[in-house]
């Protein structure tokens, strides 16, 4: 597999418990999710309303709009956005919700 094409296609995880999805190198991890069927907290889906902040646990994404609503220290404690992340690797996240306690 490819790391970086577009047509890689991962598997992403949904903590607490053992939701599973395929995520498409193409799609955002909630595009994906919604697709497989699963639930993800979400709201504006353009990455400004935080309501789907998700904490990583594995794995790798790239955003698909320059700056995601998120701070740069978040960024750097693995916080991620599924709305506008696309994945490229497995995943493994947690969603946290906007108000993240710390
Ligand atoms: S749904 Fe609003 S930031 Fe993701």
Redesign the pocket.
């Known amino acids: 597999m490819t790391s970086d094409s577009e047509d890689a296609e991962y598997t992403a995880r949904v903590l607490p418990g053992n939701a599973q999805f395929s995520a498409p190198a193409s799609l955002t991890l909630l595009e994906a999710a919604l697709l497989d069927g699963v639930v993800l907290p ?11 902040m998700s904490l990583l646990h594995s794995g790798s994404v790239r955003y698909r709009i320059e700056w995601p ?1 998120l701070s740069l220290d978040e960024k750097d404690d693995g916080y991620i ?4 992340a696309c994945p490229t690797s497995d995943v493994v996240f947690e969603p946290i919700g906007p108000n993240r306690a710390g």
């Open positions: 979400s709201s504006c889906r353009n990455g400004t309303c935080r309501a789907c609503g956005l599924p709305c506008v």
